[in-house]
């Protein structure tokens, strides 16, 4: 039998709604460094306002990198900050007080 193979991890989901699939299409397309909020993430992804959904894809769905992902005001997720501050740092993303200093969304 073949190996299967998949070039992203929305492959993985097949059962992803487009809501879903929209998402983890933009969260894939994150590269190190990058910093995008929950609403930025929504409406790239086609569903504008949507930005607690996002959040909540994050918490439901393992394997993206959550950590590139902020709030409106650039602060962190909350109870994560110590982590989300460490794998942005290893970026080169400088964060000051729970919160990144600067991001395309600014």
Do not use: K
Not at 17 to 23: G, I
């Amino acid at each position: 039998m073949p190996r299967l193979r998949w070039s992203t991890i929305s492959d993985l989901c097949e059962h992803f709604t487009s809501f879903e699939s929209a998402v983890a299409e933009v969260l894939d397309a994150l590269r190190p460094g990058e910093v995008i909020t929950y609403g930025e993430v929504a409406a790239e992804a086609g569903y504008p306002g949507a930005h607690r959904a996002v959040g909540r894809f994050l918490r439901d769905h393992g394997g993206y990198h959550w950590w590139r992902v902020v709030n409106s005001a650039g602060r962190l997720a909350p109870g994560h900050e110590a982590e989300q501050c460490r794998l942005l740092a290893a970026e080169g993303v400088r964060v000051s007080d729970g919160r990144v200093e600067s991001w395309s969304g600014q």
